[in-house]
């Protein structure tokens, strides 16, 4: 087959000098190009190390921003936060300083790191010591239960940063990878875990901390061996690939947790998922007005926490719900209906994981006179009609319930019906029919004169 001038054209326009034939797309994904000078990307990476200076007054402003971001649960706050904290600097050193095996650079980093994240931890703790305000928002709750996913964001995220960093033209990543791979709000949470004394918090946070700094790092040591970083000190091949071991070591280390939290967040996420969809079709489609949710994953067995505003449901009616929640795919799960409104507003406040609709104290308040007057109230639609038949001398009738005095220290439910007549009425007949017809068995007939 012969070639025309186009296809010859190209084929030596991809021909190497040396004979040998260039791959356009491996061309096209090169970060060789557009690199900055090695020399210099080592000179900026070293600078940003130290906290002395501006740095230091930086870091405390960030942290101080940071907590108070957490503390009134403002995102906008705690992206500034984010933005603003040099806490990369010594993270990308110590990448930078595996990657070329300069280890006076790597125990700068780690050193500044750590002081960095001690501060940071006292500072935070400090402040929300001294908060008058220590409820726990979402902002804070969020970084408490990390998984492989923030595992993914801190990798990609510091490869995304080490890559703008060995630019000539830096562009714009900067600021995005600061903002996803979040370093100051963990760090501060954690704080928060110190001055709460919630050991669960500051385990949560400071592993996502961790995760972030560590993952961060092995993407600089990556990006850093792919473009050839000349090395500081020259190493045995033997103490290199013990040097590879550890980090492969340390990867499984921080992985495995990882997992086990994701696949943990899956199997919450299902339960929420099934326990939504148990709730609409229960309660939600048939019209009750639903003022109060807490779904509980973590507990033994796991609980689904609910109140109404109005609806009031029976021991027998609530026990029916819960042999439900077994067909529903909710094993080893119990569903509390909680009907005590004096202590539902406090209940719905106090308890940051729990969903509220917007219903205020007021609606409380009605929700619970409305119960007290239910309890005073015979609600039957058909009883005044079966009694007008059976006992068509009546003229006219209201019956209550009320509550009597048995003891000093006890009382007792009472039924009581009023009536007026013209004609003489058999009121033992009427007592023994309406205490059978409600199921009341202390029953008074009271006579209304005309």
Known sequence: MLFDDEQWHYALTVLKTDGNMSNPFLDFINLHNGEEDKKKVLENVTASISFRGSNFWILACAIIIASVGLNV??????????????LMGP????????????????????????????????????????????????????????????????????????????????GNPIPGVAI?????????????????????YFAGAFYLYTINCFFICIATFLVIKYL???TATVIEKKREQKIRNGITALIIIMVVPSFYLAYNLYNEKKFVKTAEDFISTEFGNKGYTLIYKKLNYQSLPKTIDIAFLTKKFTPAEIEQFNKKLLAAGLTGTKLNIKQNGLNLQSEMMDDPRASKNEVGEKDIIISSLSSEISRYKVEDATLMQEMKILFPELETVSVAKTQQLVKADSTASQIILVYTAEKSVDTEK???????????NNTVIVAEQQ
């Not at 703790?125 to 239960?145: D, G, H, I, M, N």
């Not at 023994?432 to 199921?439: F, K, Y």
């Open 430 to 440: 009427l007592r023994n029919w309406l205490s059978a017809r409600l199921g009341e």
């Open 73 to 86: 649960n403002s995102t906008a706050v705690i992206i500034g936060a984010m933005l603003i904290s040099p």
């Open 180 to 200: 996803a791979t979040a370093l100051m709000p963990p760090l501060c949470t954690a704080g928060y875990g110190i001055a709460t004394f919630n050991l669960s």
């Open 228 to 230: 050839k970083y000349p």
């Open 91 to 170: 993270i990308v050193g110590a990448g930078m300083a595996l990657g070329t095996y300069d280890f006076v650079l790597l125990k700068k980093s780690v050193k500044n790191l750590f002081i960095a994240t001690v501060v940071g931890l006292l500072v935070s703790a400090l402040y929300f010591f001294v908060s008058p305000f220590k409820e726990v928002q979402s902002e804070l709750l969020s970084r408490t239960a990390p998984n492989i996913y923030d595992v993914l964001i801190a990798f990609f995220g510091g490869l995304v940063g080490v890559i703008a960093i060995t630019r000539v033209e830096k």
